[in-house]
Each structure stands twice: as C-alpha cells, then as structure tokens.
C-alpha cells in the first residue's frame, strides 16, 4: 500500500535542489536530514542492529520487497511520480515496493522523492570500448555552457582520463575564447583515505589532484573553469561505485565504466527530459559538501514535457568510434604517459576511414537473435572530425579510428602471436612473472567481424516515458543485511512479477538473493538469459561471504534447477565481437562490465549495479528504470550486435561450457572457494575495492 506518509513524501514541493538553490551557503547532506529525516526506529538502530548486520544476522528494522499491490495500490502509485502517461503495471509494481522504502528512510533512493519518478527520452546509447565511451562525454563537456557534474568510481590516470582532462583544457579555451562565465566543473571519485572514516567526503586540494595517480589539470590551465573535486568512501565497504555525468542540467549520461583503461566492452545511455532533475538531486546528494561556487543552474528545473518535437535526435557522433576491442586490450597494457608513435609510413598527417555511426533500421531479425553482419563502413577518405575552435576526439592511429589517446598499439601482440606465445609458455610451465601460465582456450578470431562494430544506437524520436531513479546509498558496515533499498528491491520485484522472459548482463552474478531469483523464475516457466564474464574478479568473489565465483555459482544454480525446467535457465559467457569463444577475464584481453536488466520486452533497470555481493549490499549505486518497449528492444539488439555471447558463449546443462568438438574451456585463474583461495581474494578484494580490478 501507499501510506499517507509515502504519499506526503512524493508530492511534495521542497526538494535538496530547491533548497539549496534558495541557501546556497547550505551543505546538501544536511539540507536533507533537515528535509527528509529518517524515521526514529530506522534512526535509532544503534550498535547492537549494527553488529547483528555485521554478523550476519536479519536486521530486524529493515522492511520486505515481497509486498503485492492490489490494483488500487497501483493506481495509487501512479498518483506517486510525475508521469506524461499511465506506466504498465510491471513498472508499476516495480514502483510502489521501491516507495516503501522511503517510509523508513525517505533519502533511501539518494533523491528527494518529490524527483523519483517522472519521465524522459534516450537519444543516444553506447555499447562499446571505454575510449569511445570516454570520447562521447568529451564531446557533450565541449559544448558544455554552465556546469558540469561527473562522477566515477575510479579515477586513474590513463588514456580514458586523458580525454576528459583534454576536454576540460579545450572546454576553458572555448570559455575565454567567447568572453562569458566560468563553467562549474565538480568532480567526484572514489579513492579510499584513511581521513573518510572521520569524514567520508573530502574535499581534494590542487595539490593531491596533480600527483601522479590523478593528474587533473592545474588550476593555472583552465582560467575558463570553476573545478573542485570530492574523494567520496563510506568506511569500510560503502565503495561510492557511482558512474554518470550531468551537463548543464539538461543532460545525464548513465554509463558502466569508471574512468580507467580496461580491455572491456561497457554500456552507456544518454538520458534527457524531466528525469535529468533526479539526477541533479541525487548528484547534489552525493557532494553532500556546501559548493564553492555553487552549481550555475540550481534555479533551473526541468518540468516539462516536451513531447519528441522538443529534444534533438542525433545521428552521428562526431567521435566515430569503431569499438575495437583489440585496442582496448593493448591500450589497458600501455602507460597513460607514453608518447604516441605513428605506424611506418605514417609521418605527418594522414586521412582515416570514417565509420559513421548510423540510427537503427527496421529489421525482420527477432529481438535477441545476433546478427553476424560487419559494421557499415564508409570508404571516403578523411580527415578526422575536428570543429572550428581545433578540438579533435583523440584517435587511436594503429586503427584509423577515435577510440583514446594514441598509443603504440603495435607493441601488443595479435592473438596469434598470443596463442603462439601461450604455446611455448606452455612448455615452461611458468610465465615470466613465475606464476603457472594458464592457456587461451582453443578458438580463432571471427573473420565476417574483426572486432569493429557500430557502438552508437541513435532511436528513432520518441516521446518521454516512465523513467525512476532505483539508487542504492553507500552501507560501510559488514554483513548481508541491507537489501531493503531501492535498486536491490527493483531487481527482485522485476523478477518476481516477470511474466514471459529476463535478460542480465552482468560482469559478474553471485549474491544470494539475485540467485534464488533466477532459479524461482525458471521454475515458473520463465526464461532467464544470463551473460556473464567467465572468470572476472574471481580472486575477490572467491573470499568467504563473497558469494563464490561465476563458474562455480553457475554450476550450483544448473544443479538446483528441476531437469524438467533447465531448458529455461540460458547462461552464457561473454565473447567478444572479434572471438568465437569466451576468454576467462584473467588474461585481461576480452571482458564484459555492462550492467543491465530486461524484462517481458519492456522494462529496464540500466545503470552501476553488478549482480555480486559489493553491489547488492554495500556500495552507493545509481540505476534508471525504463518502462519502453521501444527502448528495451533496442537496446536487447545492440547488446546482440556488438558481441558474439548469444552465437558462442552459451554453457551447457551442466554448467559447464564446451567447444564444438567438445572441448572444456580451460580454468584461466585456478581461484575457488575455500582457503585455497584466501590468499589471492584477500588480494582480488582490495583491489576491487580500491577500482584497480575493474570494479
């Protein structure tokens, strides 16, 4: 049910923005416990709740997700969000038990909840290597009027960061070029400091900006920028696992990469319309700090339903972007600060094949079905995009196309000379590093695909549609206890009230609620597709409580599932654009780190969240429910189209993946549960947790 408080909550008219923007000397954290105050028994758990959580024992204080509406409930809720149209009852359903948790802590979505819920349109999306995903903010910070909010995980100096400082510097030159107001640029990132168990955010001084590991830019370079940079960590596990950027108000971009170089194929959507304030909030939220200067646009709200007339519909990018995987995996082995060299032959300037990102096409292939068909390809002959101030997307020159910062990817051996390396290694038994080489497995690059797709996907205009925001704040205390919030409750209700299919990808998928979610499904009939990463952060999914690691945990989930239902449980690896087999993520060659949800064909659930123990009860994460089939079944196609997982990566019945001829896919790490994997997850952990193991 909606209580009266629930509904006092979502229609009120005060929000974080709105007050901050009328006391502007005021610090958002404390504006929203002066707003929103938590209620007294959510308040005063005190230590005897949190060692019972830390235990792991149930949190007695903490509500349920298995609450069902009646159709009164929903018509209720509907009454709860500021929507152009009715949502489906899915959405609906999924809706109203998120707002139950705000009857315990009305911040618990990290967004006044007047903002939650309302509307909006996806003009763009990227599925692709971190350069292109990294070229596509540059592109938006460039033309960037106002103010800027970005926020990542994990910062780490590298050739994904230097497109960002890159564009930073060109964003300033724009700024004095044409004589108007400094831009507000506010940065936020996790990297853990010993100060954050007094205070969880710190404010970072130039000075510990311009070290080695972060490298932003001197406040001396950007004179046309206001910049100030908070290390946001909740102590001990409460990881700020946050990822998006919001532009001028106008603007959220909701993406699954931190800002790092990874060999990994990464979703990002741009979202616009009146759901861009849920983002401001909740980003107001996560600064929690009084702002110096303040953010340019805090008078300035996006109410308004502008129908598709109102937005504009992009169909190219001027980043042309190739999402070569190959690349990624040299430029993650290659240091940020290596002077870029030109391929022989290549001395002064050269023009590059332009490949132009083209809108989607009507298509007679089934949603799901992967397409083998190479990426359009334009043969004229040109210079790289450049605009009239000079700025030009970084450009990988071994490729031809933008895609990072140039490097000499000619130094990365193909995955021949991979497999040729892996062979007389092999002999040896030890790699250079002295630890057990472990083989690729037995497979050959697709020929028909060579790793280049088109990652951009330009939808056709459509008009806004039901959009909420399903967050999760940052819990620092240990245990399984906090599930009651948000994102973990928009999982499990989507899932319980599927009614014909579910679709996750995910880096990795070990929690125990996420678990016994997809094998309650498939008992019922329901067909769940999972593509997961083989092997990825095994040494830290190891540890105990961790949840264990992906094969071990698909293996499980086969053999609790009736023979009479496994048909309906399609598990499959990751495998790469340019693979015909999956490569265990332990060879840092091929990995997958989208984070999605799809379910009956017209819910989304897009964001941060990996379906593992981190994410599920710890971390601060930021998701976007979308009630489109319009949106979802685009999406589900260029998911397909720029991966060979659905073709090659599906596991057995057992499973356990095999080859053509039979062949069982090599243990690329030789991490299991237990003790003998203490050791090396103790190590996975720390680094997850600090971002260095491509959280």
Not at 114 to 119: D, K, Q, T, W
Not at 304 to 309: D, F, R
Request: with cysteine; glycine share 8%; net charge negative.
């Amino acid at each position: 049910m909606i209580s009266d408080n629930i509904w006092n909550l979502t229609h009120g008219t005060e929000t974080i923005t709105s007050f901050v923007a009328a006391h502007p000397d005021d610090a958002p954290e404390q504006v929203s416990a002066k707003l929103f105050p938590m209620s007294k028994k959510e308040a005063s758990k005190g230590i005897i709740g949190s060692l019972k959580t830390a235990l792991g024992g149930k949190d007695q204080t903490r509500g349920t997700a298995h609450i069902d509406p009646t159709p009164d409930d929903l018509e209720r809720t509907a009454q709860c969000g500021r929507f152009p149209t009715r949502p489906s009852d899915l959405f609906l359903k999924i809706y109203h038990n998120i707002l139950q948790t705000l009857d315990e802590d009305p911040m618990a979505d990290v967004c006044s909840p007047p903002l939650i819920a309302s509307s909006g349109v996806v003009p763009v999306s990227v599925v692709s290597v971190i350069k292109d995903i990294m070229n596509h903010y540059a592109s938006l910070i460039v033309e960037a009027q106002h103010e800027i909010f970005l926020a990542t995980n994990y910062w780490e100096h590298s050739h994904a960061s230097k497109i960002i400082t890159d564009a930073l510097l060109e964003l300033s030159r724009r700024v004095i070029a044409r004589g108007g107001k400094k831009v507000v640029v506010k940065l936020m990132y996790d990297r853990g400091n010993v100060k954050q168990f007094v205070d969880n955010r710190q404010k970072v001084p130039e000075s510990e900006w311009l070290q080695d590991a972060v490298q932003l830019p001197k406040l001396e370079d950007i004179p046309g920028l206001f910049l100030e940079v908070v290390n946001y960590h909740r102590p001990a596990l409460g990881t700020f696992h946050c990822k998006y950027m919001v532009i001028d108000r106008r603007i959220a971009i909701l993406n699954s990469n931190n800002i790092q170089d990874m060999a990994n194929l990464e979703f990002m959507s741009q979202i616009e319309g009146p759901i861009v304030d849920a983002f401001y909030d909740m980003a107001l939220w996560s600064w929690g700090k009084k702002m110096e200067p303040p953010l340019a646009c805090l008078g300035n709200p996006l109410t308004e339903v502008k129908g598709k007339e109102g937005y504009a519909w992009p169909k190219t990018v001027s980043w042309q972007g190739k999402g070569n995987v190959n690349a990624a995996a040299a430029m993650e082995l290659t240091p940020a600060n290596q002077q870029p060299q030109q391929p022989a032959g290549q001395e002064g300037f050269q023009p590059t094949t332009t490949t132009t990102a083209t809108a989607p096409q009507p298509s007679d292939r089934p949603v799901g079905v992967a397409s083998n068909e190479p990426a359009t390809q334009s043969q004229t002959l040109q210079p790289p995009t450049q605009s009239e101030s000079g700025f030009t997307p970084a450009q990988d020159n071994n490729t031809g196309m933008n895609t990072g910062t140039s490097v000499a990817v000619s130094k990365k051996p193909s995955p021949e000379e991979l497999k040729e390396k892996d062979k007389k290694a092999g002999k040896k038994g030890k790699k250079d590093d002295g630890k057990p080489e472990q083989p690729l497995p037995k497979g050959s690059l697709d020929p028909t695909t060579s790793g280049i797709f088109n990652p951009a996907l330009f939808l056709e205009p459509h008009n806004e549609v039901p959009m909420a925001l399903v967050n999760r704040k940052p819990h620092g205390k240990p245990g399984h206890g906090d599930t009651f919030c948000p994102q973990d409750v928009a999982w499990l209700t989507a899932m319980r009230y599927a009614q014909k299919d579910v679709f996750i990808q995910t880096p990795d998928l070990n929690t125990k609620p996420i678990i016994e979610a997809v094998i309650d499904c498939v008992k019922r009939d329901i067909e769940v597709t999972l593509y997961i990463t083989v092997g990825y952060n095994d040494a830290g999914e190891a540890l105990p409580y961790q949840g264990g690691t992906n094969e071990e945990v698909v293996k499980k989930m086969f053999a609790e599932v009736p023979e009479e239902n496994k048909s309906n449980l399609r598990v499959h690896w990751y495998t790469s654009k340019d693979w015909n087999v999956p490569i265990n993520a332990s060879h840092k060659l091929r990995n997958c780190h989208v984070k999605i949800m799809l379910v009956d064909s017209h819910i989304a659930i897009q964001g941060n969240g990996n379906q593992d123990t981190q994410s599920w009860f710890h971390s601060m994460e930021i998701n976007v429910l979308i009630d489109s089939e319009l949106i979802v079944k685009s999406w589900r196609d260029l998911i397909e189209k720029n991966q060979n997982t659905g073709i090659a990566g599906r596991v057995g019945e057992d499973g356990i993946w095999k080859d053509q001829q039979g062949n069982v896919m090599p243990d690329s790490t030789g991490i299991h549960s237990g003790p003998s994997g203490l050791f090396k997850g103790i190590k996975g952990s720390i680094e997850r947790v600090r971002g260095t193991g491509g959280f």
